[in-house]
Each structure stands twice: as C-alpha cells, then as structure tokens.
C-alpha cells in the first residue's frame, strides 16, 4: 500500500490529469443543467434562497416546469457515464504505464501507455462490465427471489433475514473481487506485455487467488484512507451548513479536494497492484 502511496506521489501531475480531465467531462455534462436551473431562477430571490439550503417546493416546481428537459437529461447521464468509462480506460494506460516503468517516468511514458494498452484495456473494462451483470443478477436478482420463494409461507423471519443480510456481503464481496481481479489484469497486460484480455483476466484471478491476504490488505488498506476523505467532508458538511454565496463556493473548492483525494487513492491502488505483482519473487 505505501508503495502505491509514494509511487503517486513521485508523480503528483498525473492526479492533476485525471482531476482535471474528469472535471472538465463533468462540467460539460452537468452545462445543460446549469443553463436550465439559471433560466428558471434568473435573478429572483429564490436563487438566494437556494444558496442558503435546499428548496422542495422550488423543486417541485422546477420538475414540473422541466419536465421534457429532466427526460432529455437522464439520458444525456447515461452516455455521460460511457464517456467516463472511456475516457478513464484511456488515461489509465498511462498511468499503468508510468507504474510499470518506474520513478523518472513522465509525460511520454503516459502518451505512450494511453495509446499502446487503450484497445486492450477497453477489452478487459468490456469482460469487466459483463462479470459485474452477472454478479448482481446473481446475487441482487435471482438469489433474492429464491429467498422469498423459500420463506413465503413461513412464519418465522429469522432466517430470512439473515440470509439476506449473507446475500448482500456475498454481492459486495464479488463486487470487490471483480475490481481487484481486473487491477491485477490490467498490472498483467502492462508488465507482461500481453495482448489477450482474457488471458490476463485468468493469470490476474490465479495472481489474486494464490495471494489473497495481501491483495486484500492492500485494497482495503486503500479503501480506508478513501472512507476517513468522505468522513471528513460528512463531518465539515453536518458543522459547516451552507448559509450564503461565500459558503456554497466553500462547499465547492472542499468537495475538489476529496475528488482530488479520491484520485489520488485511486491512482495509489494502481501503483501498489503493479508493484506488487511485479515482484520478481512473487512471480516466480
């Protein structure tokens, strides 16, 4: 894990790329939005009244207002939610690549990464997308539905309940084990040179399976320093309500700085999965 930590650290301007990057996508996306909220409030009180806390009513009236635009807008989020999958599958490449070839990359290592692994990478995210389907089918879906077909006539909601509850880890743990296995798959294809997808994918699931312990420890290790960013922003939003223009822009510049987080998080699991898959010894 502080591998990955101070291997993203060495190369702090990848962050800012992908910050930067997905900051751009999202103010392009949610521009319409804008425009439309502006053109609904102009320069009534209500838009003063929005600063200082959230309005059902003005809400309520926008939806009705809007009504074809906020149909138009819940599919502009779906494709926005493709762009983002491609274009993060695009810009980790280089970030792969600038892991795999170690402290003085820079720039070109990443240009180089981000056109050399795209087509392979946008493969595994394609078998990735397909494992999630099905993890959440199974489990979320079908699993679900036996359970009530099991239970409907009994009295008893013991062990309903707790199967449910056995279901739902079950579905958080495969969930998590997909995402571990394709970090590990994309760690393969960048320091194995390798072009099959699938051929990654199960190199990667035996990698995981075989080292189970520290794969875990690193992700959740990660995972841990991404939860205390989100429990400190919950904590600075409970003691910090909006109350004005100066505070709403508060709000905002804090907001970046856990997406910024975020990324660098991110970016340090990446590092520490291919740092530890590289391992000469772990290979062998």
Known sequence: MTVGLRATWRAPWMVVVFFAANLVLAAAVAAPMHLAISDHVGRSFMGEELARGFSAAWLTEFQIAYEQFLQGFSVAIAYGGLLFLALNTVLAGGAFEVFAAGEGARMHAFGCGVGK????????????????????????????????????????????????????????????????????????????????????????????????????????????????????????????????????????????????????????????????????????
């Open 117 to 284: 692994y795209f087509a392979r990478f946008a493969r595994l995210a394609l078998i990735g997308s397909v494992l999630y389907f099905l993890a959440f089918l199974i489990w979320q879906d079908q699993a679900a539905k036996l359970l009530d077909r099991l239970f409907r006539g009994s009295v008893t909601e013991y062990w309903h309940f707790y199967l449910n509850w056995a279901r739902a880890a079950l579905l958080f743990f495969s969930v998590i084990l997909i995402n571990v296995t394709l970090e590990y798959a994309r760690a393969d294809i960048v320091t194995r040179d390798r072009e099959s997808a699938l051929a990654a994918l199960g190199q990667a699931s035996g990698f995981v399976l075989r080292h189970w312990p520290q794969v875990l420890a690193i992700y959740f290790g990660i995972g841990t320093l991404t939860l205390l960013a989100i429990l400190l922003y919950s904590a600075f939003a409970r003691f910090f309500p909006q109350s004005s223009v100066v505070t709403v822009l508060l709000w905002f510049l804090v907001a970046q700085v856990l997406l910024w987080a975020r990324w660098l998080f991110r970016l340090a699991s990446w590092g520490a999965a291919v740092a530890f898959y590289g391992q000469p010894k772990i290979q062998a």
